[in-house]
Every structure is written in C-alpha cells, then in structure tokens.
C-alpha cells in the first residue's frame, strides 16, 4: 500500500509506541455485520457449489482473510440449512442474522444486512453441489487421454508454501499445451471438479462478456456506457466510456486502493444503488487506478443495452454454456446484477477452458464468440498504466517484462491466488488456484514451468 509522507509519518508515529499504547480498535457494529455475511457467503459458496465441509471451509476459505475480518470470522457461528439451501451467521442480539441462499442459476446471494429470516425467498429448485465429469474428451468433456501426465518439477514444488512466496497455500494446478492438459495436480480435499471462487479473475470474465456483447451490435467500446443515473447532460460522468471501464481509467473516486466494495460483496448492498454514487477525480482515459466500480459500472452498462432478456442468463448463456464451464456460477444480487468484479465460482479446469479459449483467439467449437481483434484489443495497453513489473489491456493483465517468460504472456488475476497465464507463442495456458495468506509469484512460476516444458 502506498502511504502519503503524512500517512506514513502517523503509521511510524504509531508503530513507535509501546504495545500498552497500541489499543486495538475494536469492531464496529457494521464490521461485525460485515464479517458475518463473509462468513455467510464464502460458506454458502463452498457448501453449495462446491460441496466443501465446514472444517475444509474453515482450513482453506476462511483462513488468512482480510484482517478486518480475520479475528471477528472465528467467533461467528454459521448454521447451514440444507432445506432452505442458505447460510445464516448471527451477529448482533438486535439484527437478524447474515443471509445468503443459494439458487441453481447464481449460486449465492447475499440478502442485505437486517433481512428478516421470514423474508428470505422460497427454496430454490435444483441439485446444489459440484457437477460430475462430462462426457467426452477435454475440453468438450473431462476425459482424459491415456497417456500419463508429465510430472513437472515446477508444479509440483507450487505446493510448497515457501517455494513461490512465503505463506502461500496452492490448491490446483492445470497446464495445457496443444489444446491438452499435460500436466494437473490439486491439494488434499480439493480436485478436478471443485469450485473457488475466482475474486478478480471475474474481471476478466467481464472483458470477455463485453466482447460478446460487441459482437451482438449492443455495445461499441468507444462511446460512452449507459448508467440512468448519468443521463443529465451537466453530469461530466456520461463522457465515460465502456474502454475506460475496461482499462481502469473512468477517472472516479474511489474510497479505498482497489475499491473493495465490501458492501456488496457481503453487506448484500446493491450494484445499481453503490457504485454510480462516486464523482470525478480524474478526466475519463487519464489515470490508472484499480477498481472494482469500473467493471461493475460496465456490467451494468451492458445491461442496459443487451435488454433484459438477453441479459439474464448472459454469462451462462453466453460464456459458461458455450465452453463447457459446467461448474461455474456467477452470483448477483436482489436485483439480479451480476457481481462480475468478483464473485464467480469456479474450477482450475473451466478456468483452463477459458485460457484455451483465448489462445483460439475467441473461437470454440468452429464458432467466433468474440470479435476478430478482441483478443489482441484485451492484451494491448492504452493511455496510463500501473506502476510495477506488469501491464494492464483491457480487464487483462500483461506479464511482459519478466525474465524467461515471453513478451506476449498475458494473465486473469485474482485475490488469494488465482491466475489464468495464456503465453500464445508457446501454445500454452498456465491455471494456479489457491488461498493464499501470502504473495504467489506468478511470473517466477510461469517462467519456470516453460521451462520445464520442452
């Protein structure tokens, strides 16, 4: 984190001083409320779509959190009703508790703080749990060829927690080279078919959903996105365009580095009534700064323009469907926008298709889904770009100054771990799940692995 000579001067100031003096703050009741819908919803999640257990949960998706949370988490009790299919943690003696249900379409949503028990939704239909194995070869199905896999040194030692950053905790590996997955390996109590969730890797989703949505005719990258609440012409927002978005370059304020969002993601709040609120900082296509509002703010643009029927099952339909991701989930909220900046739940093998996907320059099966140029508009940078060893394209980013891995490697990167690595020079793509309490690195890892394979 980037601290101003003020800030920094306070966080030396403070560190100064005696442990006796360092009261910890304590929680508020919106941090309590807050912890608990985490509880709710990475439990929810793990119960339902991936048919985890509490202890698995408790080991792997809740530990090494947000600090904020991390204390608070341990002391909430999670009740899972498999009746209703939803999670409640209470919190507070004057609240209801923290809810998230679970349906077959989104997987969980998280009902806002102060929901009534008696006001969650009747019980969804379907089969909550992991997906069995398809039918057929991969990518088409999850059949394997006979041959072995190769056992790479590199994936292997990605298990270690000291041996890419210290602290980490990989659970899932999955390398594909010449449209085959040569190399796969997963932690205890985790495989081929259980889902995590993606955190940021959502945003690339996005990228790819808009893509589509171009290719539909309901949107054009260039001109400005449609958010209702923008509409006066004296709002200077509406010049925002979806490439802004899509580049982390709306120029809004945000309250926190990375826009967190917490609200949404487990206070239950809505994307519509949270994330068009934040005013101008910056002019549109000036600024590079990470944010969750920027792709949320282009989900709902797109929303607005494919039309409600189109845009209900969009990600499904759309993306999941057409490349076999049969264990992905996208979650939204009451109002039914998609949380793309984050909450989509899936497995290191979906996640694989995904990457093969891109590296069929946005063909499957014999059809475009994406247009011709998306692929190279998504990885190709544009106006400002984050400090440090990687660039930014549009919702992907680009591994391009890295020893041993080649200028045209680009990356999915999310929180805790996850990564699609797509190095089309090589044919290859490179998945690594984890939940991590520590810093993977991803480029030492994707070096080494082309590397090793020859």
Not at 156 to 166: H, L, N, Q, S
Not at 238 to 262: C, E, F, P, V, Y
Not at 331 to 337: I, K, P, S, V
Request: overall charge positive; charged content about 15%; hydrophobic content about 45%.
């Amino acid at each position: 984190m980037r601290l101003t000579t003020n800030a920094l001067g306070i966080a030396l100031a403070v560190m100064a001083l005696p442990a006796s003096a360092q009261v910890a703050r304590q929680p508020s009741a919106y941090d309590l409320a807050l912890a608990a819908g985490y509880k709710a919803t990475i439990t929810c999640g793990a119960v339902f779509v991936a048919g985890r257990s509490e202890a698995q949960i408790a080991v792997d998706e809740l530990a090494g959190i947000y600090p904020e949370y991390a204390a608070i988490v341990p002391t909430l009790t999670a009740t899972i009703d498999q009746r209703s299919r939803a999670v409640s943690v209470p919190f507070a003696p004057d609240l209801p508790p923290r809810i998230a249900i679970w349906s077959a379409r989104t997987g969980c949503t998280t009902l806002p703080i102060g929901t009534p028990v008696q006001a969650m939704p009747a019980p969804a239909s379907g089969t909550p749990g992991p997906a069995g194995p398809a039918q057929g070869m991969w990518p088409r199905g999850d059949a394997l060829p006979n041959t072995a896999l190769l056992p790479l040194e590199p994936v292997a030692r990605a298990f270690d927690p000291m041996a890419y950053g210290r602290g980490t905790k990989t659970t899932g590996v999955v390398v594909v080279k010449a449209n085959q997955i040569i190399a796969e390996q997963y932690a205890p109590g985790f495989g081929p078919f259980t889902a995590q969730r993606t955190w940021s890797v959502a945003k690339s989703m996005t990228g790819t959903l808009a893509g589509m949505a171009v290719l539909a005719g309901a949107v054009k990258v260039d001109q400005p996105v449609a958010i209702a609440v923008w509409a006066d012409p004296r709002d200077p927002r509406r010049t925002i365009t979806l490439d802004n978005l899509l580049r982390m370059a709306s120029g809004l304020h945000s309250d926190t580095a990375g826009n967190r969002t917490d609200a949404i993601y487990f206070g239950g709040t809505g994307v519509q009534e949270n994330v068009a609120q934040w005013p101008l900082e910056a002019k549109p296509g000036t600024r590079f700064r990470y944010a969750n509002n920027d792709i949320l703010l282009a989900m709902l643009s797109i929303r607005a323009r494919l039309g409600e029927a189109r845009y209900k099952f969009f990600p499904h339909t759309a993306l999941f469907a057409k490349l076999g991701m049969r264990h992905s989930f996208a979650e939204a909220d009451l109002r039914g926008d998609y949380i793309l900046s984050s909450r989509v739940w899936t497995t290191a093998r979906d996640l694989a298709r995904f990457g093969q996907f891109y590296l069929n320059d946005g063909v499957w099966n014999g059809e475009r889904l994406l247009p011709t140029g998306w692929v190279k508009y998504v990885t190709t940078p544009s106006g400002p770009q984050p400090p440090g060893d990687f660039g930014y394209g549009a919702t992907f980013w680009l591994i391009n100054k890295s020893p041993g891995v080649p200028a045209d490697t680009y990356s999915a990167n999310g929180n805790r771990g996850q990564f699609v690595v797509i190095v089309p020079s090589r044919g290859i793509v490179i998945v690594r799940r984890g939940e991590d309490p520590g810093s993977f690195d991803i480029a030492k890892f994707t070096a080494d692995v082309l590397a090793a394979v020859k």
